[in-house]
């Protein structure tokens, strides 16, 4: 067997401390490319050594066969598989690597003194139908991502082995680099069950010119292989690839319902390079080990679940990789922050939603290059921009004027702003009514207060800023202030 890394040999002898103390119920967390398997054939060693069974257990039936292949590397044979009618089934085998399909339509568990949650984050209700019938077994969940509500009712403890910030210090995982390469309007998409609607999302993330701009922000920025692209939905997913296709660019297609053996040679393709790119559907995202440089994430998403295990395939270390290119075109990161950023030290008890123990603010995107840089870093570490600071008051010639309508009492003349200035601080104004889930109509109604004509038609429909300016905000919180001191007055009247 290999010999564990530092961490690895922690988190390994953390967990024998904490099962010494009583607690059967742990789960794990580990970044993608951590080495999950290693550990878990390192635990069903220990197991075999006592004389004790295992059983491994997965979300995927792809990733039961990748499981027994890796478990033989490490020199464990004695495997018997239940999924199916797979030609390793043996159930009297001591270590059994389980397909939780197949737990659930057979209704019977196997015999195990430790039993093994792979991707623990997706419990399903034949996993705790599992922990509820053997109260005295071991149970042991491994995620990247721990975070979902409700984990902490079913494990007793968050045992963190390594975070994916420490992995990449320490040279394990491979560092990125994020482009926020597109700024998709999903003004009137709804949230459906703490996520964005997916019917909705898909139809926002077809419009022509965002479709195009994953392309040519490929061929710009990157141009070469190991590509992967997480799409919406199949329709966005098939609309991208015949993009890609139309410009001479070999690319393939793969969803939930894309067979085994086609999988296997769209990875043996992938890897040989016959293949630049795979754009995928909620396949691409669990147990996948190949060798990815370049992620182009379009699939905007509120879950930091998804956006983690998504941006983790491209973490991996390869020979000649120095690092993960990632495009941004869902405005994710910007929402989100980086991956490295993203953490808890707690499991949810489903009464409310863990929040992220977020230690930074959320990152800047360069306004030369695009690349979203780390908060308070003045100069650019891809281009070396340096953003100057700029006085947060702008000043203009102006007269007062009778208060009519919604029009302040001082307004600036119209013909002292520029077309482009107007179309930029509505493109701001878009920006943080998106931020705060106002209607549509908010950012028209404050353009109305500060120049007195609603939004001319050749910038009506400019696309939302990355954020709003420290002048735009100084407005909107002026508006804010006035709101709020009519609503003083009326009600001392």
């Known amino acids: 067997m290999r010999e564990l890394r530092d961490y690895q040999q922690d988190g390994v002898g953390s967990l024998k401390q904490t099962l010494r103390q009583g607690v059967k119920r742990v789960m794990c967390q580990l970044p993608t490319g951590a080495g999950k398997t290693l550990i878990s054939a390192t635990i069903a060693a220990g197991a075999l050594a006592k004389g004790n069974k295992l059983a491994f257990v997965c979300p995927r039936i792809s990733l ?31 270590i059994q690597v389980c397909s939780i399909d197949t737990i659930r339509s057979r209704k019977a568990f196997p015999e195990a003194s430790v039993v093994i949650f792979d991707e ?29 509500k409700g984990l902490g009712n079913y494990f007793d403890t968050l045992l963190v082995m390594a975070t994916t910030k420490e992995l990449i210090e320490k ?20 949230i459906t069950a703490g996520d964005y609607n997916e019917g909705q999302l898909s139809d926002a993330m077809q419009q ?26 199949c329709a966005h997913a098939q609309a991208v690839q015949e993009r ?47 060798d990815v440089r370049c992620i182009s994430f379009c699939r905007p998403t509120r879950s930091e679940m998804l956006f983690v295990q998504a941006i983790g395939r491209g973490l991996r270390m390869a020979p000649g990789k120095s690092e993960c290119l990632i495009l941004d075109h869902s405005d994710t990161t910007s929402r989100l922050g980086f991956v490295t950023d993203i953490h808890h030290d707690h499991l949810s008890d489903g009464k409310e939603q863990v929040k992220s123990e977020r230690k930074e603010p959320l990152p800047k995107e360069c306004k030369k290059c695009g690349v979203l840089k780390p908060p308070r870093t003045a100069v650019c570490p891809n281009c070396g921009f340096k953003a100057e600071r700029v006085n947060g008051i702008m000043e203009h010639d102006g007269e007062l004027q009778e208060v009519t309508g919604l029009v302040p009492k001082y307004r600036k003349k119209s013909k002292e702003w ?18 705060k889930q106002y209607k549509p109509g908010w950012a028209a109604r404050k353009y109305l207060e500060k120049f007195g004509v609603w939004p001319d038609w050749s910038i009506k429909d400019v696309r939302p800023a990355s954020y709003p300016s420290s002048a735009t905000m100084m407005f909107i919180k002026s508006r804010q202030i006035a709101w709020a001191k009519s609503k003083r007055n009326e009600a001392h009247a």
């Open 244 to 290: 890609f296709a139309a410009a001479g660019i070999f690319c393939a297609y793969q969803d939930a319902r894309t067979p085994p053996l086609e999988r296997a040679e769209i990875k043996r393709k992938f890897h040989t390079g016959e293949y630049q790119v795979v754009v995928s559907v909620g396949t691409l995202t669990l147990g996948v080990d190949w």
């Open 208 to 233: 022509g010119t965002l479709i195009a701009d994953i392309v040519e922000t490929w061929k710009k920025k990157w141009g070469k292989g190991n590509t992967f692209v997480f799409c919406v939905d």
């Open 171 to 190: 040279k394990y995982l491979c560092p990125f680099r994020v482009f926020a390469t597109g700024h998709p309007d999903l003004r009137d998409v709804k």
């Open 418 to 435: 520029t077309m482009q200035e107007k179309s930029v601080f509505l493109a701001e104004l878009k920006a943080y009514g998106i931020s």
């Open 120 to 148: 623990a984050h997706l419990l399903y209700e034949a996993h705790k139908a599992w922990m509820a019938d053997r109260p005295g077994t071991i149970f042991i969940g491994l995620s990247a991502t721990p975070w979902a």
């Open 64 to 94: 039961i066969d990748q499981t027994v292949e890796e478990f033989a590397k490490e020199d464990i044979r004695e495997v018997g598989v239940i999924q199916g009618s797979h030609p390793l089934e043996d159930w009297s085998k001591p």
